[in-house]
């Protein structure tokens, strides 16, 4: 501004000249050598102006270039946390299909259950009436104790003997197989409630990355808390998780860090009592 200033006076003075009353001789050579002087001001003053043009647009494409750098940072922790929301998104569904499955399943382990609960029951029944018969046929052999028993007679005790035998078989083995799906049917139940409860955790913590992305989009200084005024990192970046959380950030979020002898990054700090968590996103 000064310089414009003096430029103007230079060229208001070579346009009225205030002393008009010397001879014409010693005017023309004062105007000689206060014009050399004037070109002299001039290109030095155009010298200095082309320097601070250049110095200015050399700052203006910097700080350009930090933009850009700062855009293209929070563009890709933006897509990474994109491809995270959708693999919840795909477990999920997976987790649904399989806890279907295993509620179908687990209704069909209820009716064989049930089926195989009546046999049982119809065995015993007749196991009770084979019973009675084996006892109505050792009275009769209890009378004829003192005679020879006829052929037909031992036949038919042979006979229901086998019987007998083949069903306690039976029924201990269906017995066996009524424990067997029982035992099924509660690893079937303890399944569909641990996937249950995955579900239920996994839908909650979309919900809160869901959120916490809402919150963060407003502004990019959301995920990048150490920026300065003027656009750039600062200089002072913590070190690590710990280290955010000592300088007084106490909720969980994007971090910009720079390890020893490393290229600032950001990471995401969960803070919990007595701990910190780090997930790195994306270098700088």
């Known amino acids: 501004m000064k310089l414009l200033v003096l430029l103007l006076l230079l060229a208001s003075t070579h346009s009225f000249p205030t002393q008009p009353t010397f001879p014409e001789h010693q005017t023309e050579s004062r105007l000689r050598f206060a014009a050399l002087d004037e070109v002299r001001l001039l290109a030095n003053g155009l010298l200095q102006l082309g320097h601070s043009l250049r110095d200015f ?17 929070f563009d890709k922790s933006f897509y990474q946390l994109s491809v995270l929301a959708s693999e919840i998104k795909e477990e999920e569904e997976e987790l ?38 084996v006892g109505g046929l050792e009275e009769k052999l209890s009378g004829l104790s003192q005679s ?13 003997k086998e019987i007998i035998l083949t069903q306690e078989k039976s029924i201990t083995d269906l017995l066996k197989a009524v424990r067997e799906q029982s035992e099924q049917l509660n690893n079937q139940r303890t399944k569909i409630k641990g996937l249950e409860n995955k579900f239920n955790s996994a839908h909650i913590q979309e919900t809160d990355e869901n959120l916490d992305r809402k919150h963060q989009s407003n502004s990019l200084s959301g995920y990048l808390p150490y920026f300065t005024s003027d656009g750039s990192f600062s200089s002072d970046l913590p070190k690590d998780c710990g280290e955010v959380f000592s300088r007084g950030q106490k909720s969980s979020g994007l971090y910009a860090i720079k390890p020893h002898e490393s290229q600032p990054f950001l990471v995401k700090c969960e803070f919990t009592e007595g701990k910190d968590k780090a997930f790195s996103f994306s270098d700088l």
């Not at 647009?57 to 940072?73: G, M, P």
């Not at 009546?118 to 084979?130: G, P, T």
């Not at 020879?148 to 229901?160: G, R």
């Open 148 to 160: 020879l028993l006829s052929a037909e007679q031992v036949a038919e005790i042979s006979t229901l």
């Open 96 to 133: 649904k299909k399989t806890t279907g499955i295993l509620k179908a399943n687990n209704e069909e382990i209820k009716s064989l259950s049930l089926e195989i609960n009546s046999k049982v029951e119809d065995i015993i029944k007749e196991r009770k009436h084979l019973r009675r018969q």
């Open 57 to 73: 647009v050399q700052n203006t494409k910097s700080q350009i270039k930090d933009i850009f750098q700062k855009l293209n940072i």
